[in-house]
T-cell receptor
Framework: AQTVTQSQPEMSVQEAETVTLSCTYD???????LFWYKQPPSRQMILVIR??????QNATENRFSVNFQKAAKSFSLKISDSQLGDAAMYFC??????????FGTGTSLTVIP | NAGVTQTPKFQVLKTGQSMTLQCAQD?????MYWYRQDPGMGLRLIYY???????DKGEVPNGYNVSRLNKREFSLRLESAAPSQTSVYFC??????????????FGQGTRLTVV
């Protein structure tokens, strides 16, 4: 079975600083997709960024970027210029070609003013 | 565009009662999912439906049943609620077309408490 591991249950960052959230995954597949979701206190699951495994270039979305290391099965999320609104639970997710998504246990991010 | 709509948003049940969580999506997605979220455990898949007319068990299916009523709707039923089913439940949908997967789109969740 595929597993997704987020080894940092909690992280904190000063406003305007940069923080990196870690994620590793286990798979024998070569073609798959990786995602980071944000869950603010409202409970809504919001897609932050996605990465297709066949693409070597790391995905970026404004202040959010990933470091995708396929051989190491690592997929970290970097948040630059952190803002108070970035405070949330962040989930890493894996999806192979097919249908099922697998989620990590989440990292709770606190942004300190 | 409503996306994925779940009802109800909150529910309290007594042990042994039954209920159905409703989910509908208006994005013409093939696949739909039910997850439960518990503290420290992330999101765990209960059941999913790859396409209309098919359903499959996920990681934690015991105590639940599902129905894919049509392409839009995917319901989750608790036949005899137990306190261990106290959780936040999410419905999600996604698309698979031309070899490409989309991300999962989520409903707003249902907070269920079984007393």
């Amino acid at each position: 079975a595929q597993t997704v591991t987020q080894s940092q249950p909690e992280m904190s960052v000063q406003e305007a600083e940069t923080v990196t959230l870690s994620c590793t995954y286990d798979t024998s597949e070569s073609d798959y997709y990786l995602f980071w979701y944000k869950q603010p206190p409202s409970r809504q699951m919001i897609l932050v960024i996605r990465q297709e495994a066949y693409k070597q270039q790391n995905a970026t979305e404004n202040r959010f970027s990933v470091n995708f290391q396929k051989a190491a099965k690592s997929f970290s999320l970097k948040i630059s210029d952190s803002q108070l609104g970035d405070a949330a639970m962040y989930f890493c997710a894996y999806r192979r070609t097919g249908n099922q998504f697998y989620f990590g246990t989440g990292t709770s991010l606190t942004v300190i003013p | 565009n409503a996306g994925v709509t779940q009802t109800p948003k909150f529910q309290v049940l007594k042990t042994g009662q039954s209920m159905t969580l409703q989910c509908a999506q208006d994005m013409n997605h093939n696949s739909m999912y039910w997850y439960r979220q518990d503290p420290g455990m992330g999101l765990r898949l209960i059941y999913y439906s790859a396409s209309e007319g098919t359903t499959d068990k996920g990681e934690v299916p015991n105590g639940y049943n599902v129905s894919r009523l049509n392409k839009r709707e995917f319901s989750l039923r608790l036949e005899s609620a137990a306190p261990s089913q106290t959780s936040v439940y999410f419905c999600a949908s996604s698309h698979f077309r031309d070899g490409k997967n989309t991300e999962a789109f989520f409903g707003q969740g249902t907070r269920l408490t079984v007393v």
